[in-house]
């Protein structure tokens, strides 16, 4: 019994002492062991449970082994079905198995994986050796892995290197981009796909940026496998480990060719005419800018010039614009075989083209006489005939040039100065070139002034109608001329010579001739009223663009009315340019009006152009002789022969001949000699207003 005894005690001491090293060994697995036990009616619960169980599930020991279910309830609900369904198949079965799932352990949550082992047991039941684990990291580092690798196959070239640059890895969109299959790059550099665009200093530089701040990006051109350069936009990210060394590079990069198209699609709008493809307006001014601060560096002339071409509305309005456009195209193109390579040729809209020459000599002679050529070549090119879709067309340019140096003068003063002397070759009658000048300009800038001061003229009540006598052979009064006169409230009087001229440029000219015509009628209505005046005629100017207008007729027959006075009093003073064009529709207008009833003349007749037959055309009734062969008469031959020949030529065809601009007795005395009556002049009465 003692050795029995003994031998109790002992295998008690030696199980409490494997018990204890069992206890030891397993608290240093980083694994939950336990034991649970299904008894043959059913119950259940477990019979062990080690620290490491309870240290992950946060549980108490014994708050386990009293009652199961506690650790049934730790589980995550939304797994708690698949844990217990396991549970009753294996309570069947007795097979091993494996479970994986949540639990909430210290309210937080925590994936378990389980594996057990169950054995039955005899006398009914079930004990279940099992261990616990605590895969939470794993599962984060695996879903961290799959995001991963899910992200490493995306659209963007992914290109991973060693910290030595070879490559260890690239991704299928790398193949797509470059052409290379993984195998053919790896351990490579990854300098195998540059394009070799890029100067050694570029790479230099992306390094020292790379090392130090430990990401570079921007864009770079690189070379596809078949050869093709393209754009690829290109982030590059040192990878540190933990001791804060480089283990790796990871390159990004996608194509940017479509971009890049797009970009330069973007700019040629832009920049450039969508139909000449020449630099446009805004490329043009650009260009000056730059050729302006070269020049005032290098001191040398360059040359802006303004190209028009002429009537080219009229070809656009009748073959069509289809047409208009082949021209333009033509044009541009022509213009380029006419100038240097680093000249800008530029549209600037419509039928108006700039040209830019720049660098041309530090001499301003020599540049005007290179320039000079140029520009003459350009014409000449211009003005040969077109040929577009089988018509034959012709256009010409008017060129206008202004020379600069240095960069004083601002771009748009410049454009303007070459506008200007467009204008000019277009007034000298076109197909031509002019240089600006700043006489020019002083004359443009005034007559701007002027018209400006103008168009307030009449508003302001600033003119004022003048008289000035007309007298027979005995210097009986026959009648007046009326002349307007401007009362500018700076200038003084300006004289019609000078603003007339500008107001037939617009329809101002209507409106003072509109002005002109019912004073001058209200004029002879007053006249009337008195005895020695009744019988008064009064003869009006009538300027081209005011008889032409389409109702002037009318217009006349209207203010007569309005007036109440007899056409036969009025006289219109017309000039020859009134006949320049459409000699059939004016001869009906002048028949017209003299079917009113009114006369009309032909004023500052000699200085024109007209032919003897189209004055016999005319239904006219005066004709004035001009002033400038009345003023030198007494001095020159000629002049008396010019003026005895308009006499002879108006007594011959019967009309009325006046001579205008008497200023002297001996004039009217030699007139009068030539059988001219009618007389009118300063040495009679100068222009006067009437009270
Ligand atoms: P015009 O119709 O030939 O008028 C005659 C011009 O000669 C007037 O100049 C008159 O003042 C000037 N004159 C008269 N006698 C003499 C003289 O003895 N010696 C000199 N040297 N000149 C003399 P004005 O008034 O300056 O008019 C100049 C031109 O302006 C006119 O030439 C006419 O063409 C135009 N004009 C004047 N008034 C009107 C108007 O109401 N309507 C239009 N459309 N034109 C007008
Ligand atoms: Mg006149
Ligand atoms: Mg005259």
Redesign the pocket.
């Known amino acids: 019994i003692a050795i029995i005894t003994l031998s109790r005690r002992q295998a008690r001491a030696e199980l409490a002492r494997s018990k204890t090293s069992y206890d030891e060994l397993v608290r240093h697995i980083p694994v939950g062991v336990y034991l649970f036990r299904i008894r043959a009616d059913g119950s259940k619960n477990f019979e062990y449970v080690s620290p490491v169980f309870c240290q992950i599930l946060c549980l108490e020991a014994d708050a386990v082994l009293r009652d199961a279910g506690i650790v049934f309830a730790a589980v995550h609900p939304d797994d708690l079905d698949s844990l217990k369904r396991l549970n009753r198949e294996v309570a069947a079965s007795l097979q091993p198995f494996r479970w994986e799932g949540r639990f909430i352990a210290c309210s937080e949550t925590r994936w378990m994986h389980i594996e057990s082992d169950p054995k039955p047991q005899p006398g009914g039941g079930s004990l279940w050796s099992g261990v616990i684990t605590d895969i939470t990291e794993q599962r984060l580092a695996q879903e961290a892995l799959r995001v991963a690798a899910v992200t490493f196959e995306t659209h963007e070239a992914i290109l991973i290197t060693d910290a030595k640059a070879n490559i260890i890895r690239v991704n299928q969109a790398f193949t797509d981009i470059t052409g290379y299959r993984p195998e053919e790059v790896m351990g490579r550099n990854p300098r195998i796909l540059s394009a070799g665009r890029e100067a050694p200093e570029f790479y230099a530089e992306m390094w020292r940026q790379l090392l130090e701040t430990g990401t570079w990006s921007g864009e770079v051109w690189d070379r596809r496998k078949g050869g093709q350069i393209y754009p690829k936009r290109l982030t590059i990210t040192a990878v540190r480990n933990e001791q804060g060394q480089t283990s790796e590079y990871v390159a990004i990069f996608s194509d940017i060719t479509e971009r890049k198209d797009a970009e330069q699609e973007i700019r040629n709008l832009a920049f450039y005419d969508a139909l000449t493809m020449l630099p446009n307006r805004r490329l043009l001014l650009d260009r000056i800018h730059l050729a302006l601060s070269v020049s005032a560096r290098s001191h040398h002339y360059g040359a802006v010039l303004f190209l028009d071409m002429d009537r080219f509305k009229i070809l656009n309005d009748t073959l069509g614009h289809d047409y208009g456009d082949l021209m333009l195209v033509e044009v541009a193109s022509r213009i380029h075989s006419c100038v240097r390579d680093a000249d800008t040729v530029a549209r600037l809209g419509g039928d108006e083209f700039v040209i830019l020459i720049e660098e041309v000599s530090t001499n301003a002679g020599e540049t005007s006489q290179k320039i000079a050529l140029i520009a003459e070549k350009i014409r000449a090119t211009l003005a040969a005939p077109y040929w577009l879709r089988g018509h034959e067309c012709h256009s010409s340019p008017s060129i206008g040039v202004c020379l600069y140096r240095g960069n004083e003068d601002p771009v748009d003063v410049l454009l303007k100065r070459a506008d200007m002397a467009m204008y000019q070759a277009k007034d000298a009658g076109r197909n031509a070139v002019r240089f600006f000048d700043p006489a020019m300009q002083h004359a443009v800038e005034t007559h701007a002034v002027l018209e400006a001061d103008l168009r307030r003229a009449l508003p302001h009540q600033e003119l004022r109608l003048y008289y000035?006598i007309q007298v027979d052979n005995e210097r009986r009064p026959l009648g007046a001329?009326?002349?307007?006169r401007w009362m500018h409230p700076k200038r003084g009087m300006v004289?019609?010579?000078q603003f007339?001229p500008v107001a037939e440029e617009s329809s101002l000219?209507l409106d003072?001739?509109h002005w002109?015509l019912e004073t001058a009628c209200r004029q002879l209505a007053a006249w009337d009223k008195h005895q020695q005046m009744r019988g008064l005629e009064l003869a009006?100017?009538?300027?081209a663009q005011?008889f032409r207008q389409p109702d002037f007729v009318e217009l006349v027959a209207a203010t007569l009315r309005a007036c109440q006075v007899d056409p036969a009093r009025l006289k219109l003073?017309l000039?020859e340019g009134v006949v320049l064009t459409d000699v059939a529709g004016v001869v009906a207008k002048m028949k017209a009006l003299k079917v009113l009833g009114v006369k009309l003349s032909l004023?500052?007749f000699g200085t024109g152009y007209s032919s003897l037959t189209l004055l016999r055309e005319l239904p006219i009734d005066i004709l004035k002789i001009d002033?400038s062969f009345v003023?030198t008469l007494d001095q020159n031959q000629n002049d008396q022969k010019i003026v005895q020949a308009i006499i002879g030529l108006g007594a011959n065809l019967g009309l009325t001949v006046v001579a205008?601009?008497?200023?002297t007795e001996q004039q009217s005395r030699m007139l009068l000699q030539h059988h001219c009556r009618y007389q009118?002049?300063?040495?009679f009465s100068r222009?006067v207003p009437f009270p």
């Open positions: 000035q001329e009326a002349l307007v004289s019609p010579a007339i000219i003072i001739g002109v009006v100017n009538v300027s005011q003073e000039t004023d500052d002033k003023r205008e601009g008497v200023e009118q002049g300063y040495f222009p």
